[in-house]
């Protein structure tokens, strides 16, 4: 038997299992190294996927931008004067009246349209008889307040009760709207030079004061969203109307053309 064959020979070195334990073990450390690597990469991964989204999410929060409340055009115009300047100025300035199609400043003809600078608008209520006869221009009043009549203490609703037990069954109350501001320029004048405007009161009816309110309601969407700016100049126009035998006259609204 040769020393190959004998026992203490059959089995691997002891240096050699040694090498090859070492071998495994650094095998196994390695695989397990590359587990360990592998589950911290793919933690890393999942870890900056969500930061990823989170700033993707507070980015898309931070870009939210609430919807913009709608503002009245001209609403910083509402009562610039206060009553007892409105009343002072009732029968002050120049009234605005719009008369077979034309704005007439007092009895001067000013064409179909004019450019007017607002500077404060104002509601008035007309109390009367609900006629239009003479006898109506007796017994018509005004009020600025919607409580009682301007320069009187008496209430609007007893002096409407006052006129119906006078027979006047049509007695009523309504809203006007009275614009002052300045005339920039008329058809039939031309441009007005800024040291020669005068301040003047553009007189609008039921009917024109919703034609108002329609525009400034238009004009507020538009300037809330940012596609129209802010204007105090507008273009006013004389619009001839008929129903029936009554003819009159009423005021559109617009923003000016760009020259």
């Known amino acids: 038997m040769g020393l190959k064959d004998q026992k203490e020979y059959a089995t691997t070195p002891a240096f050699e299992q040694m090498s090859e334990a070492a071998a495994e073990t650094t095998t196994a450390t390695k695989e397990e190294t590359v587990n360990t690597n592998t589950a911290q990469d793919a933690g890393a991964a999942a870890t900056t996927a969500i930061a990823t989204a989170a700033a993707s999410s507070s980015a898309a929060v931070a870009e939210y931008k609430a919807p ?24 002050a300035v120049p009234r605005l009246k719009g008369e077979q199609g034309s704005i007439f400043q007092n009895e001067i003809d000013l064409g179909s349209h004019i450019t007017f ?14 006629e239009n006869d003479k006898e109506a221009k007796d017994f018509f009043k005004v009020s600025y307040n919607n409580d009682t009549l301007s320069g009187e203490a008496t209430k609007i609703d007893d002096y409407l009760d006052s006129l119906k037990a006078q027979g006047f069954d049509k007695a009523k109350k309504s809203c006007y709207l009275d614009i002052f501001g300045f005339i920039i320029s008329s058809e039939k004048k031309g441009d ?15 009917t024109s004061m919703g ?25 006013v126009h004389a619009e001839k109307r008929a129903k029936g035998d009554n003819k009159f006259t009423n005021f559109s609204f617009a923003a000016p053309k760009a020259k």
């Open 68 to 91: 913009t409340k709608l503002k009245l055009a001209f609403s910083d115009k509402n009562a610039v004067f206060d009553i007892a300047t409105v009343e002072g100025l009732a029968m």
């Open 117 to 130: 600078e607002i500077v404060s608008v104002s509601p008035r209520w007309v109390v009367g008889t609900g």
């Open 192 to 206: 007005v030079p800024a040291e020669q405007r005068e301040l003047s009161c553009l007189q609008c009816s039921p």
């Open 211 to 235: 034609a108002f309110t329609a525009f400034a309601t238009t004009r507020g969407l538009l300037e809330s969203k940012g596609i129209a700016k802010p204007i105090e100049v507008i273009e």
